[in-house]
Nanobody
Framework: QVQLVESGGGLVQPGGSLRLSCAASGSIFGRNTMGWYRQAPGKQRELVAGVTSAGTTVYADSVKGRFTFSRDNAKNTVTLQMNSLKPEDTAVYYC?????????????WGQGTQVTVSS
């Protein structure tokens, strides 16, 4: 079993900062990737930032220059430092772990943490 535990969401004013953290535990072995997704009301879940299977860090265009993704492979943790937050960043943010098992990628998700940017 795999578990993802997120923390760090909340309410912040426009221009403010938040830091999200996610810790993965359980049967994590072999090739894997981790990242952050978000889903706003009425919209599809979208990738915010993460590391690909090739080891490249990618960001959504809307967050480039404002968000910073980092991963600690030894601890199986990822963080998302979010600066210069905008109201359009309001969403539920989900941590994702993708593990390559027997020729397919299995997705695991955290419970989600609410980020609200409002004055």
């Amino acid at each position: 079993q795999v578990q993802l535990v997120e923390s760090g969401g909340g309410l912040v004013q426009p221009g403010g900062s938040l830091r999200l953290s996610c810790a993965a535990s359980g049967s994590i072995f072999g090739r894997n990737t981790m990242g952050w997704y978000r889903q706003a009301p009425g919209k599809q879940r979208e990738l915010v930032a993460g590391v690909t299977s090739a080891g490249t860090t990618v960001y959504a265009d809307s967050v480039k220059g404002r968000f910073t993704f980092s991963r600690d492979n030894a601890k199986n943790t990822v963080t998302l430092q979010m600066n210069s937050l905008k109201p359009e960043d309001t969403a539920v943010y989900y941590c994702n772990l993708r593990i390559l098992r027997i020729g397919r990628w299995d997705d695991y998700w955290g419970q989600g943490t609410q980020v609200t940017v409002s004055s």
